[in-house]
């Protein structure tokens, strides 16, 4: 088990998270044809709450554990940061007992809340089960996501995304076994089989942790965890205040990101309803903007998810040290590695979003349409993750708060009447919740980055300069591949053309964008000649290389 440097890191978090998100997209392909779209909007109800009280069990212990570690290990204080390990997994563990008794007590008022008057679909008693089946994935989950945040402190990125592989597998095995042997092969009602599939994440969160247990217990050495060390000037009294001081503003992020997620499902539900889409429409659109839509715009956001694993470490060591140079670089760099792979990846999705979603869940005459716009989303959830974790990192909460909450209230205050809005003028009433999600990314953004520059002057001039340059192979890239789909001979509703649509666009587009990006020394600018090189050699097994800058 070795380091990893902010590059490295980054490569290796984000393969896996990549990986793990291709795995999600493509277990939906058989799970959705077990259980058709009246399983797959059961199923979204479930997880959305689910998500929300996991956020509130898991109540940003695990982040701010990982700030906590990272700071004590800059300052040397080696004893202290096992010991704050210790705390942090005794209150997760108060917290996740609480989260699943709440959920499981309260899962009727929680189906209630969701579905409302709404009749004709999916029934509150089948909600309530399956919120309760997804409820003990609480009981676990929260001490995985302590332990991950543990080791990426100590940059030992690698055991974590092991872990998120392992879970993923697990999860994934549940799901299409689970759904298939109680639906197909027993004949069990649909509710039943969505209960089974939903438990998938308790199993596959419990196997993971096991899993980095076993590498904890391996590695006690590297992780000062051998031998006791001389006890720290630093009391429990101390950690806990300060634990609590760097998980609220993980709280507010996480729960408000939850909830804002829940109340669009909620207000998009309610108001298709009272512009006269039948239910099933109504409970398809709904569980393709909270959902299914977002689980393919996954893809993209793992490129975040993974550039946070080592950010805040890297972030939290340079704040600590005040080397205000090195936190201008990493946060530039971050922003810019961010869009130069994400941008492409979205516009590709928006192109494809019809055959993209003809492959993974068949036909639907609003699914590619919605998935068209709502992509874009994606690319703001990006760059807002990372002015986000950047902001956490450097102890703005202040401007955290402000960020976060006035996005969520833009969306909550606009998403009704964009929907009316756009029905009345002729535009199909379910853009509105994409285009009121977006708005408020923006303004997040906006706020979030305002706050780190008044703080600390930093220069987003070099990021502005290689976003502008990363356009260009953008614009060649559209240009090819719009007129190309309209003559290529593909059906985009046959699954099979579909797949070859698909391939033959990432082919052509990916090598037009890498092509003239690599001419114009993009990626050479924005990684360095260095760590590129590393990642090449891996790739083409040592066959490659370019010229560092």
């Known amino acids: ?121 999916n029934t509150i008693e089948d909600v309530t089960f399956v919120i309760r089946c997804v409820s003990f994935a609480i009981l676990v989950v929260p001490y995985l996501s302590v332990t991950k945040g543990y080791l990426q402190a100590h940059r030992y990125i690698t055991p974590s995304s092991n872990s998120n592989l392992i879970e993923q597998i697990v999860r994934i095995f549940v799901i299409l076994m689970g759904s298939y042997l109680a639906y197909k092969v027993f004949n069990a009602s649909l509710t039943l089989t969505v209960g089974i599939v939903v438990s998938g994440a308790f199993f596959g969160g419990l196997v993971a942790y096991l899993y980095l247990l076993r590498v904890i217990k391996k590695n006690k050495k590297k992780l000062h965890l051998d031998k006791e060390y001389k006890k720290d000037k630093i009391s429990d009294k101390e950690i806990i205040k300060k634990i609590g001081m760097y998980a609220l503003p993980f709280i507010i992020i996480n729960v408000v990101n939850n909830i804002y997620s829940f109340t669009n499902m909620v207000l998009t539900l309610r108001t298709l309803d009272h512009l006269g889409y039948s239910a099933a429409d109504v409970e398809f659109i709904t569980s393709v903007i909270s959902t299914w839509g977002v689980k393919l715009g996954m893809i993209v956001n793992s490129i975040a998810m993974g550039m946070t694993v080592t950010l805040i470490p890297s972030i939290v060591e340079a704040y600590t040290k005040k080397n205000w140079d090195d936190l201008n670089e990493k946060f530039n760099k971050a922003i810019q590695i961010i869009i130069y792979v994400s941008l492409p990846m979205t516009i590709g999705l928006s192109i494809l979003s019809t055959p993209v979603w003809t492959v993974f869940y068949n036909i639907n005459r609003y699914g590619g349409e919605i998935l068209r716009v709502l992509i874009f989303n994606s690319l703001g959830v990006n760059v807002y993750m990372i002015v986000s974790t950047t902001l956490q990192s450097m102890n703005k909460f202040k401007g955290v708060y402000k960020a976060t909450i006035y996005g969520f209230l833009l969306n909550a205050v606009l998403v009704v009447p964009a929907m009316i809005t756009f029905n009345h003028i002729g535009i199909p009433a379910y853009y509105g919740p994409v285009f009121s999600t977006f708005l408020s990314y923006a303004a997040s953004i906006y706020i979030g980055l305002k706050t780190i520059s008044a703080e600390h002057k930093m220069s ?12 260009l192979p953008i614009a060649l890239m559209v240009i090819v591949l719009v007129p190309l789909n309209r003559v290529l001979p593909f059906n985009v509703y046959s699954r099979t053309s579909a797949v070859k649509l698909i391939i033959i666009n990432t082919i052509v587009g990916g090598f037009i964008y890498f092509f003239v990006s690599f001419k114009m020394k993009i990626p050479q600018h924005i990684f360095g000649g260095k760590d590129l090189n590393k990642v090449i050699k891996k790739l083409t097994f040592g066959k490659f290389q370019i010229k560092e800058k």
């Open 1 to 121: 088990m070795k380091k990893n440097s902010f590059i490295e890191g980054t490569f290796i978090a984000t393969a896996s998270i990549i990986l793990v998100k291709i795995l999600g997209m493509l277990y939906v392909v058989p799970f959705y044809i077990i259980v058709g779209s009246k399983g797959g909007a059961l199923y979204s109800y479930a997880y959305n709450i689910y998500l929300i009280f996991l956020s509130i069990s898991s109540a940003g212990i695990p982040s701010a554990i990982s700030k906590i570690i990272s700071e004590y290990n800059a300052l040397g204080k080696i004893e202290a940061k096992t010991r704050a390990f210790q705390l942090g997994k005794k209150f997760i563990g108060y917290f996740s007992v609480v989260a699943f008794i709440i959920l499981f007590v309260f899962a009727e008022e929680l189906a209630t809340l969701i579905l409302g008057n709404l009749s004709g679909g």
């Open 460 to 471: 987003y001039k070099d990021t502005y300069k290689q976003v502008f340059k990363i356009l």
